[in-house]
Nanobody, 122 residues
Framework: QVQLVESGGGLVQAGGSLRLSCAAF????????MGWYRQATGKQRDSVAR???????YYADSVKGRFTISRDNAKNTVYLQMNSLKPEDTAVYYC????????????????WGQGTQVTVSS
């Protein structure tokens, strides 16, 4: 079983910074993608940033230039440094870990953290 433990959310003023962390525990493929999603009240869950175990990154347009995703493969931990925060960044942020294997058929693994609240005041 895989467990994701998030930390680092909180309340910050607009223009401030926060750093989220997510550590994964359990039987995990060394080749995987870790990422952050967010869900504001009444809205769907959207991808914020993702990073592969090889270091390739993806960012949503709304956070490019402000957020930086990184990871420590030895610790199975992913980080999200959030700078220049805006009120519209307010949401519950979820950590995600996923990978796929092929053994006569494709099997996908997809795990989520419990979520951490980020609130940006104006």
């Amino acid at each position: 079983q895989v467990q994701l433990v998030e930390s680092g959310g909180g309340l910050v003023q607009a223009g401030g910074s926060l750093r989220l962390s997510c550590a994964a525990f359990g039987s995990i493929s060394s080749i995987n993608t870790m990422g952050w999603y967010r869900q504001a009240t009444g809205k769907q869950r959207d991808s914020v940033a993702r990073i592969t175990s090889g270091g390739t990154t993806y960012y949503a347009d709304s956070v490019k230039g402000r957020f930086t995703i990184s990871r420590d493969n030895a610790k199975n931990t992913v980080y999200l440094q959030m700078n220049s925060l805006k009120p519209e960044d307010t949401a519950v942020y979820y950590c995600n870990l996923r990978w796929a294997t092929w053994d006569r058929s494709l099997k996908e693994y997809d795990y989520w953290g419990q979520g951490t609240q980020v609130t940006v005041s104006s």
